[in-house]
């Protein structure tokens, strides 16, 4: 078995429809578990009283908005390799979801940073690269509508997709490179002396996996209804020509 078989469109919506109500519920529980956990039976922290709890949905949200980005850009470059319809529908699927993920960690980053750095905004290293991606989202959902050729448009935005790699790759380690930003390091750390408490650790990582699982099951679903829209345009051609 290869996973190019996947690239087949029928192999794909076949193997997705059996995927799809598994990663729904899955993401249903993960999501409602680890909020629930995190919202309600964490305590407060010491130095940032309940505002810590943003982080259930600020992490997350951040996470995949960067990796969302990532696999546009390994779909992209299957697309312009190989030239394999469904990863670039699969790219078209993600972006949207990308965008809501990267808006939401703007929002919560804003909601965390009034209280702990005395306003809603910060030209931040970090917050400025999340913004820039966040641009780069639109732009790339505008250049798929604005191309009406399905095959030019996977072609221009997967390049788009190459060069907003470059602020993906700043917005996940823009605080390592410079000093001088506000946003804190990473919350997610293999080092003791950074990781968080256990007592939101785990929850945490419910919430990731749920996330995870979320961005799954609404990918498949776009994808599936990508691959739809380009079945019926090519049957609407079809009649035209007859």
């Known amino acids: 078995m290869s996973i190019w078989e996947y690239a087949n469109p029928v192999k794909f919506m076949k193997t997705s429809s059996l995927v799809l109500p598994w990663a729904t519920g899955l993401a249903a529980v993960c999501l409602l578990g680890g909020l629930i956990w995190g919202f309600f039976l964490t305590p407060e922290a010491d130095n940032f009283g309940s505002t810590v709890k943003v982080i259930y949905v600020h992490v997350p949200a951040a ?8 696999m546009m850009l390994v779909t992209s470059l299957i697309w312009l390799i190989r030239r394999h319809h469904v990863s670039a529908l699969a ?23 009034q209280p702990m750095w005395g306003t809603w905004w910060e030209w931040d290293p970090r917050l400025t690269s999340f913004l820039i991606l966040f641009l780069f989202y639109l732009g790339y959902m505008a250049l798929w509508e604005a191309i009406d050729n399905p095959d030019t448009a996977a072609d221009l935005t997967g390049v788009l997709c190459l060069v907003g790699s ?42 990731i996996a749920g996330f995870i ?16 829209l380009r079945r019926l345009k090519a049957l609407e051609q079809r009649e035209r020509m007859a």
């Open 166 to 207: 470059v602020f993906a790759l700043l917005s996940r380690y823009a605080v390592l490179f410079w000093n001088q930003g506000l946003h804190q390091g990473a919350t997610l750390s293999m080092d003791s002396a950074q990781h968080i408490s256990d007592v939101y650790w785990f929850p945490l990582l419910l919430c």
């Open 63 to 70: 996470m995949m908005a960067i990796n969302i980005w990532a």
């Open 91 to 113: 790219a078209k699927a993600a972006a949207p979801i990308g965008m809501v993920m990267t808006l939401i960690a703007l929002i919560t980053g804003a909601i965390w940073g």
């Open 213 to 228: 699982l979320f961005f799954i099951a609404l990918v498949l679903l776009r994808t599936r209804t990508e691959i739809r």
